[in-house]
């Protein structure tokens, strides 16, 4: 078990780390999130003593590592970090083992260790021991920094955005794989990363920081239900379900390309355009651009007059939202009288968008499925 | 050509081995010297802030001097010209160690610091290694002047290969200019393949080609 | 400052800027042709390595023989000893060059020589200043060989108070010749940040 009691660090006048208490069962994969200059490297930091804090302690099963000699902790703790770091002076053999070295292990034991570890990795021992780091691959590299920081086999593994500088499928590929790793190890791992996606596929508990505070410290599914800060919520962006409910407003569901004739249009001329777009009404505006109202198709077939302008077939009480309105309101009212769209209004009544069935269902599963694509077409 | 090498032949090997003597006592000496002050360098950056520039004016001062002001205090013992000689040697290696060792990526000392390395094997099993390829430069150069300087070791009348170039040049003897001057070419080539050949074997593949 | 004048100094600088000066100009002819002639690269790098780890004053000595003790000796004598810098930051900048510049200017209709001249040369320029900046340095300390194969400058002050013991004189040579490296070194250094600034590159450091 891990105890952080009050740890205060600083730099001059600037905390970093501000009284913070945590505590880390043993196995648990504890992801450290938050903005950048939040002092979670700082916090991962400290436990392995490559910064020092001013204040508080740090226990590890109940020894207080400050009476631990630095590189005796060292030693028992794997550490990962972002620049993967592996020795470009030795073989991957030689990386692998050299804590295990450092340790004075037998020849036989740390070659047969770093036999068993490419083995796990799924990496031929043939293939790859006697390789130079820079012969590999990005994602080959920290694979291989991953299994340098088990090699001695510490029971806690510090990972400072181990994969932040990977790309995409890489990152991916190597989350599974770590999580699928630390199934058989159980290792108690305490992972640093500003990605919100990453913190909820890895994480048993994310631990939300800011200012050197913890803002919350809550499982995946906690924090994504129940963002103890708007800070968080922003964070999971569109990860999070919470905007699904009550945060939603017009502006969020509404489609932008629309279709608005001046009210001085005449009628015939109107009907060609929404034949032309396929479409049985328009939204009629003043001169000044300013929302009118709107006109359908079957109201001009039976009541118009070739020639008149098409302001006189507008019905003036037709349902208009503003852009600010909760997209539930705008929702509920849609399916209550049934008509096809809304009219999405700024605040100086001229036309933001509307609001049609398709637009907001199509929103509405971005938000839930988290989709990044752009419905508004 | 038999001429020569009957009459000089066995003053020229007396005088090659008196000039790579020279050269390797005072490059050795000044190698260890450089290394550990290097190091030590690289752990004060404060101090290094403005100790490097000034090393690299020293580096300006041409070798006769170091010779003629040693030859001064010291007068006419072979001690003038390795004393001379190895000061004038542990610049260009200092400065390379140093800003070799500074060159590290830090990442790397994290990294080595995170396994749990003490400062002396971050240093040996790290930052020595991979500040290797500017460190042997240095030497490479270092050797090179100094085979060149102490050709000026004759000028006061301390033997060397530079006693055929110097009285070759005073008496206009051309014989004597190139027995002197084609020997020396030889040693300072040699050497500098020499220290190429045991670089190129003693880097590993991983820091070979660019790093 | 009984024992020399300012000619001295004078003489001095006229060894080291003449040689260099045709240093400048044979090393930048060398080093495109190790650019234009990848199959030259190899030879002329060996030669002008070769040429820099010779014995200054084997090297003088040698030259002495063609040329007598004279300023030309000297010169002659610095200039090869000045190639190697030169040869291998002009190689290296022109080596170094985005390609994706060197694409357009073929997109563009240049012809090679047109692309060495007007795109590659002065993209080079000052990685091949370094070079000369160096040899230039360099040359202030190896100039002072000059006095031993008749040359004169700031060797034969020394020289002379080297043997009657004049160490007040050793000193204040040192001093000017030191005074003239810095100078030089960082004259041409602040230049050099010019003219790595207007090409908006980093400075690309190589040393002797």
Known sequence: MIVYENVTKKYGDVTVVDNLSLTIDDGEFLVLIGPSGCGKTTTLKMLNRLIKYDEGNIYIDDSNIKEINPVELRRNIGYVIQQIGLFPNMTIEQNISVVPSLLKWSKEKQHKRVRELLEIADLSYEENAHKYPRELSGGQQQRIGVLRAIAAGPPVVLMDEPFGALDPITRDILQDELKALNKKLHKTIIFVTHDMGEAVKMADRIVFMNEGKVLQAASPEEMLENPAHPMISRFMGKLSYSRSGNDLICADVMRLKVLTVPETKKTLECIELMKQREIDSVIVVDKNNKYKGRANIEDIMEHGKPGEPIIKMVKLDTPSVMVNTNAKDAFDHLIATNIDYLAVLNRDKTVAGIITKTSMTKSLASVVWGDDNDYND | ?211 | MSMFGWDKVGEHMYLVLMASLFAALIGLILGICCYLFKPARNPIMWLVDVLQTVPALATLGLIMILFGPTKTTVIIGLTLYSLLPIVRNTYVGLENIDPGIKEAAVGMGMTEMQQLIKVEVPLAFPMIFTGIRIAIVNSIGTAVFGAFVGGGGLGSVINRAIMIQDMDTLMKVTLILMLMAVIFDYGMGYIEKRLNQDQGMATAGSSA
């Open chain 2, 1 to 211: 050509m038999t001429s020569f090498l009957d009459k000089y032949g066995d003053m020229l090997l007396k005088a090659s081995l008196v000039h790579l003597q020279y050269v390797l006592t005072s490059v050795g000496i000044a190698f260890v010297i450089a290394l550990i002050v290097g190091i030590l360098l690289s752990r004060a950056p404060n101090i290094s802030r403005a100790v490097i520039p000034l090393l690299g004016i020293f580096q300006t001062i041409p070798g006769l001097i170091f010779i003629g002001v040693l030859f001064i205090y010291l007068g006419i013992k072979p001690i003038t010209v390795l004393v001379a000689l190895t000061i004038y040697a542990i610049f260009p290696i200092l400065k390379n160690t140093y800003t070799g060792i500074i060159g590290v990526d830090p990442s790397l000392k994290e990294a080595a610091k995170g396994c749990g390395m003490s400062d002396m094997q971050i240093l040996f099993k790290v930052e020595l290694p991979m500040a290797m390829n500017p460190i042997i430069s240095g030497l490479r150069m270092a050797t090179i002047y100094t085979v060149s300087w102490a050709v000026l070791a004759a000028m006061i009348g301390l033997g060397g290969l530079g006693e055929f170039v110097y009285r070759g040049i005073e008496t206009n003897n051309q014989v004597l200019i190139i027995g002197g001057a084609i020997p020396s070419a030889i040693i300072a080539l040699g050497l500098g393949y020499l220290i190429d050949y045991v670089h190129k074997k003693i880097t590993p593949r991983g820091l070979q080609g660019g790093a």
